[in-house]
């Protein structure tokens, strides 16, 4: 059949790939071999790719942003050989109405592309559709959906107990279009809401959906509270590490800077499969290395004879020399007889210094920042008094730090960012925990035992493992990173794996194909799982999103539901529900004022898309063990088998932060 190919990328609003949103198409006419009201519908994978033949005719387009969990009608476009659209864009720019033109021409397509059918392959058809109907009723993976509330009711279809029933025009739940249903036996005891059905059965409300989506993130108030400078990447060992540098400037030290640099800096590494996660976020001072210019040549009367406090009183005088960096620093001597220094760079910026002090110092002082990293000359020129604080005494004074020929008292320099400073350094993101996934699991039908996936104490849990990182959209090669990356600035950073989920007892059987991104950015560190079932699975217990915080220097916890508990309690945990979003803060240096706080985002409802209406009631689960390590989990089934072919999703992203105003306020 006569067909046009889309293909592209899809990105949301903030330039990140659309993973989760979906595409359908729904033909508003009968077109050759396509039939009217025949839909198919497009899922974006990690890499936000899609690829999608589209047959001629009159094609209704809809689209379910993955956060809304909603489809938009975006028009009707009409497909065929003069529809020049090779990308969805190209065909949502393309929406027009249907002229009569049009559907003559439809009309000649259809007329050339229908042939008849004998009365066996129709009857084939049809066999093969209520099969897959019956399928459908009876797979609870995956939901039967209904028009209206009305059709619902008046079926007689005897849907099993715990299927999953989608209304497009029910009830308005309060942020999706679609209103959900569990069926319920009819010994069940309906409450408000309920309904009862057509067979004698229920459709119970489906509540704990509308319990979570809604509410705030936490992740953004501790944005919002906190001040994020840069991103830098290194990589050594086969480890590699992202920081994000918040506070006070980042070339400074701290003790000249009058402010606090602080980084946050997370550590992925490899486990025993080889498999890249997260191994831990640690939160510290931003460490600095002094690198000197190299000398400079001064050009007047220059007075070295109480070096490296050196100085010329005549203006006009200069000196010049090589910069290379981004961040220009000037060091010198400062007294209350300082006088002006004019800086100009080969980039054609200038700026004035003053050297004038009281009490005296020896001071450093970014003259330029921000700047592309480069090679660069400068001139620095005397220009006398400081006009805002006169000489006291005498003659002003150019002062500058400078010892002819010695190499480690030259006036000009830069401090590179070596990462986070061990001392005093904590860890905010537990080392003893897996934020990724994990999954306790073993093939149906055996009485093996259950074994995580990924491993916990004993390799073989993930197998045939590909894995890429990009930086800044560069993939970054193995042998680099188990080499050495020197620390560089970043925007941002993916990991995408793929690799054979198994039970080491039954290694020749993958579990399900699990395929996992880790993207690193200014929005914090989201990671996307997606979980396809090669073989049927029993699950004993399973989560995809989790926040396992070293609680050593945070002492609050702050839910999304309008709840607060310490830290402090030990060896407890408990089920909860109704958040979605939770943050651990607490002060790491209360002498400085300074505090930090680390957070997480969980897709509740994409955790749970195998839906399990049974688990419902268990969705989170809290932890306080008594080293220190506390656990948020969201779980999506415990003792359940999970047909082959089933496929689940889930999206986290966690984000810490330092130097964040105090504790935050729910």
């Known amino acids: 059949m006569a067909h046009i190919t889309l293909t592209g990328v899809l990105l949301d609003p903030t330039g990140e790939f659309s993973?989760?949103?979906?595409?359908?198409?729904?033909?508003?006419?009968?077109?050759?071999?396509t039939i009217k009201t025949a839909t198919s519908e497009l899922t974006i994978g990690p890499t936000g790719a899609y690829s999608v033949n589209l047959e001629y005719g009159l094609v209704l387009v809809e689209y379910n942003d993955v956060r809304r969990r909603q489809y938009q009608n975006l028009g009707?476009?009409?497909?065929?050989?003069?529809?020049?659209?090779?990308?969805?864009?190209?065909?949502?720019?393309?929406?027009?109405?249907?002229?009569?033109?049009e559907l003559i021409e439809f009309q000649t397509i259809l007329a050339d592309c229908v042939t008849a059918k004998d009365a066996?392959?129709?009857?084939?058809?049809?066999?093969?559709?209520?099969?897959?109907?019956?399928?459908?009723?009876?797979?609870?993976?995956?939901?039967?959906?209904?028009?209206?509330?009305a059709d619902m009711s008046a079926s007689a279809i005897v849907f099993p107990d715990g299927k999953m029933i989608q209304v497009n025009n029910g009830v308005?739940?309060?942020?999706?279009?679609?209103?959900?249903?569990?069926?319920?036996?009819?010994?069940?005891?309906?409450?408000?809401?309920?309904?009862?059905?057509?067979t004698g059965y229920y459709a119970e409300v489906h509540r704990p959906s509308d319990s979570v989506i809604t509410r705030c993130s936490m992740i953004n108030k501790i944005k919002s509270s906190s001040s994020l400078i840069k991103k830098y990447y290194k990589a050594s060992g086969g480890e590699f590490f992202v920081g994000y540098i918040f506070g006070g400037h980042p070339n400074q030290p701290r003790q000249t800077s009058g402010s606090y640099s602080t980084v946050i800096e997370w550590m992925f590494k490899r486990d025993s499969d080889g498999l890249y996660l997260i191994k831990k976020a640690t939160s510290g001072f931003v460490e600095t290395l002094e690198v000197i210019q190299p000398e400079i040549t001064s050009n007047g009367t220059f007075i070295t004879s109480s070096s490296p406090n050196s100085f010329t009183a005549t203006i006009g005088d200069k000196f010049s020399g090589l910069f290379s960096g981004t961040?220009?620093?000037?060091?010198h001597f400062a007294d209350n007889r300082g006088g002006i220094w004019k800086f100009t760079l080969s980039n054609g910026l200038s700026k004035t210094?003053?050297?004038?002090?009281?009490?005296?110092?020896?001071?450093?002082?970014?003259?330029?920042?921000?700047?592309?990293?480069?090679?660069?000359?400068?001139e620095a020129e005397f220009m006398g008094d400081d006009p805002l604080n006169a000489p006291s005494g005498g003659t002003s004074r150019g002062w500058l730090y400078y010892t002819p020929g010695n190499a480690s008292e030259q006036p000009i320099s830069r401090f590179d960012i070596v990462g986070v400073s061990a001392i005093g350094a904590v860890n905010i993101s537990s080392d003893q925990s897996i934020n990724d996934f994990a999954i306790k699991a073993r093939l149906s039908g055996t009485a093996d035992a259950y074994n995580w996936v990924p491993e916990h104490s004993s390799i073989g849990s993930a197998t045939n493992i590909t894995s890429e990182i990009f930086v800044d959209g560069e993939i970054a090669s193995s042998a680099s990173i188990v080499n050495s990356v020197p620390l560089k600035e970043v925007r941002e950073v993916v990991i995408n794996s793929v690799f054979n989920a198994e039970n080491p007892a039954t290694a020749t059987t993958a579990l399900w194909r699990h395929y996992i991104s880790h993207t690193i950015n200014s929005n914090g560190v989201r990671i996307n799982n997606r979980l396809v079932f090669q073989a049927n699975t029993d699950v004993e217990i399973g989560y995809l999103a989790l926040l396992g915080a070293d609680v050593t220097k945070l002492d609050r916890i702050s839910y999304n539901n309008n709840t607060e508990v310490p830290t402090s309690i030990v060896n407890h945990s408990e089920l909860f529900n109704s958040t979605s979003s939770v943050a651990l803060t607490g002060a790491f240096d209360s002498s400085l004022g300074i505090y930090h706080g680390i957070g997480i985002d969980a897709d509740a409802n994409s955790s749970g898309q195998i839906n399990t209406p049974w688990q419902a009631n268990y969705l989170n689960l809290k932890t306080f063990r008594n080293d220190s390590v506390n656990k948020i989990y969201w779980r999506f089934g415990e003792f359940l088998t999970i047909p082959a072919g089933t496929i689940?999703?889930?999206?986290?992203?966690?984000?810490?932060?330092?130097?964040?105003?105090?504790?935050?306020?729910i």
């Open 19 to 33: 993973v989760g949103d979906k595409v359908r198409f729904t033909h508003k006419s009968t077109t050759g071999e």
């Open 76 to 101: 009707v476009a009409t497909v065929n050989a003069s529809n020049p659209a090779t990308s969805i864009p190209e065909l949502l720019n393309a929406l027009v109405p249907v002229s009569s033109a």
């Open 120 to 149: 066996a392959v129709v009857a084939k058809d049809e066999a093969e559709a209520a099969a897959a109907t019956l399928d459908l009723i009876a797979n609870l993976s995956q939901a039967y959906i209904f028009d209206t509330v």
């Open 172 to 198: 308005q739940s309060r942020d999706r279009a679609q209103a959900e249903f569990i069926i319920r036996l009819p010994s069940h005891t309906p409450i408000l809401g309920d309904i009862l059905l057509n």
């Open 327 to 331: 961040d220009f620093i000037f060091k």
């Open 353 to 378: 210094i003053s050297t004038f002090r009281s009490p005296n110092e020896i001071a450093s002082v970014t003259v330029f920042d921000n700047l592309v990293y480069s090679n660069y000359t400068f």
């Open 648 to 665: 689940i999703t889930s999206t986290a992203t966690h984000y810490a932060a330092s130097n964040i105003n105090g504790h935050l306020a």
